[in-house]
């Protein structure tokens, strides 16, 4: 096991600057999720870290030991930082078994073949794979490749594991499946991991913690699911993570309106330290999540509901709002208490939990 942390880093791709002075560290025996828009850096993160390519400056600490630094002129070639990698694609080799697929790395360190044999017995059996030694990949289903490919790692490093959108090719099931067993093998195992992934609610379910990179490649928050969904640091963040609305208001002497279609509806009291700071006006935007809008017949706030859809855990609506159309998720368990609302119903709205952000200009 061991931590990991990025110190001041920056790349640059020719004039493009992928990430500056990026820094981030990740504990050991935890299981670390990055996640982020298309191009905010999230590979060239991990190929920096695994030594794949080189930053421009800064430094990277496995553990202990320095495995790069621009100042001190470090540069630990790949096959020594101790990483097991698993790819997308799984990258296993079509010609060998699933047990020369394995060993292949130990062989590499050129190990005793007692010991060859017992790390990649246990790593087979960790993944449920040592009834499969013999088969080729064109045998083994995606799920298993996978497997597959996560054994070979483990033996790769007891230390760290980056594993990198490693279960966006397998179906619902076998994603669920995987997620679980990635969670049992690091908690019998203790590994450090990194998981890079498009799939938020994957990231949720796994993680220990999240860190969040915003599209500039700067890192805007990391820290368990709990903090990332109820304490967004920023817009960017209450954005990109799960589904949110967010609605135009502006605060008056006597409470918030919203200011939508022309109109200034009341709709609550709000206390200062709700509010960011030094904002033109005291015009913003207010970010509320579907599951924290509530149906009260009571609330004068009042909107049309336009679609209605049960999801079986959950029902999703959408509102028509003043013109404004906003979505709304009810438990199910929720819903079997309340009336039935249906398309067309006129319904009144609740707004719990919001964040205010300084009103974005309107094109």
Known sequence: MAHIRFDSITFRYGQHTVFEDFSLTVEESQI?????????????????????IKPEKGDIFIGDACVFSAKKRVNVAPERRNIGVVFQDYAVWPHMTVWENVVYPLRKKKLAKDEIACKAEFALQQVRMENYKNHVPSQLSGGQQQRVALARALVSSDDVIVLDEPITNLDAKLREEMLVEIRQIQQNIGTTIIYITHDQQAALQLCDK???????????????????ILAPADKFVFTFIGVSNFIPVKKKTDGMYFQINGKDIRYADVHEDELPHNVANGEYDMGIRPSDIVFDDASPVRGTITSASFLGSESTYFVDF??????????????????????????????????????????
């Not at 404004?324 to 119903?345: A, C, F, N, P, W």
């Open 32 to 52: 670390v999720g990055i996640v982020g828009p298309s191009g905010c850096g999230k590979t060239t993160l991990l190929r920096c870290l695994c030594g794949f």
């Open 322 to 363: 003043e013109g404004q159309e906003i979505r709304v998720e009810q438990s199910t368990l929720d819903m079997l208490k309340s009336r039935e609302h249906v398309v067309g119903d006129s319904a009144g709205l609740l707004f719990v939990r919001p964040k205010y952000y300084a009103r974005e200009k309107r094109v």
């Open 210 to 228: 999240i860190a969040v990179m915003n599209p500039s490649g700067a890192l805007s928050q990391i820290g368990t699911d709990e903090d990332i």
